[in-house]
């Protein structure tokens, strides 16, 4: 059986059409380079902000000796305020690297720094005030560890 050339090109186009490959929605195909990871509480400090700060303090420096697409940092910000009152966080940074082909994340972490702290008296806002100072501390530290700055 020969189809026609009409024919096949309709039934082309429909088929990019239903799959989304069309060329109004056209999709990156690859990831972006650098993949931060957060694991934080959402009651102390949102991803997104995590994220940023991470992106923030991270120099170029680090992405030359530890590329983009070979490494990814993942932050965890945990604790929150405790029924006497007292807010406790612990925040942690570590530098994991990623496969080479699927550039899937493994858990074999190369550097990790941890920042802790405890203040009595705390309200719920000064205690996602001290999960930033803490967080922003154990980005620095992890970073000191990897690169002169």
């Not at 102390?44 to 490494?71: C, N, S």
């Amino acid at each position: 059986m020969k189809l026609k050339p009409a024919v096949l090109a309709s039934a082309i186009a429909l088929v990019l059409s239903l799959s989304g490959f069309g060329a109004a929605s056209a999709q990156p195909v690859r990831e972006a380079k650098s993949l931060l990871l957060d694991l934080s509480a959402e009651s102390l400090i949102d991803g997104d902000t995590a994220r940023a700060m991470l992106k923030e303090g991270i120099p170029a420096k680090v992405w030359k000796v530890y590329p983009e697409g070979k490494w990814t940092f993942l932050s965890q910000v945990e604790g929150g305020l405790t029924r006497e009152g007292i807010c406790v966080v612990t925040a942690r940074v570590v530098l994991l690297p990623r496969t080479g082909t699927v550039r899937a994340v493994l858990w074999r972490p190369e550097k990790r720094a941890t920042a802790f702290d405890a203040r009595p008296g705390a309200s719920a806002d000064d205690c996602k005030a001290l999960a930033k100072d803490k967080l922003k501390e154990a980005i620095a530290a992890v970073v000191s560890s990897l690169v002169k700055t």
